[in-house]
């Protein structure tokens, strides 16, 4: 059952919750998928570890997004295949 907004709680101040709880939610998935990498990845120094994941996460998030956002599909595979490829090779 969905609760109607009261003269207490414009619809405004209903947004900005709503998106600061999408926002935490997100913050703890993504610290969640960051310790997931640094566990995956080979080598006893955390904080290089750390480092590799971020920037692992960000180009296969990145690369998801723009192959998604292009409508030719054979540059949307060229971007997926492209940051695998240079992922998979040792740093």
């Known amino acids: ?7 207490h709680w414009p619809r405004k101040s209903l947004a900005a919750i709503s998106g600061l709880v999408r926002l935490s939610l997100t913050s703890v998935q993504v610290k969640a998928d960051l310790e997931l990498l640094v566990g995956l990845l080979p ?42 490829d240079l992922l998979k090779k040792p740093a």
């Open 43 to 84: 080598g006893r120094d955390k904080r290089a570890a750390r480092s590799k994941a971020i920037l692992t996460f960000s180009a296969l998030v990145g690369a998801m997004s723009l192959a998604r956002a292009v409508s030719d599909e054979a540059l949307s595979r060229e971007i997926l295949k492209t940051v695998a």
């Open 1 to 7: 059952m969905r609760v109607a907004p009261s003269a």
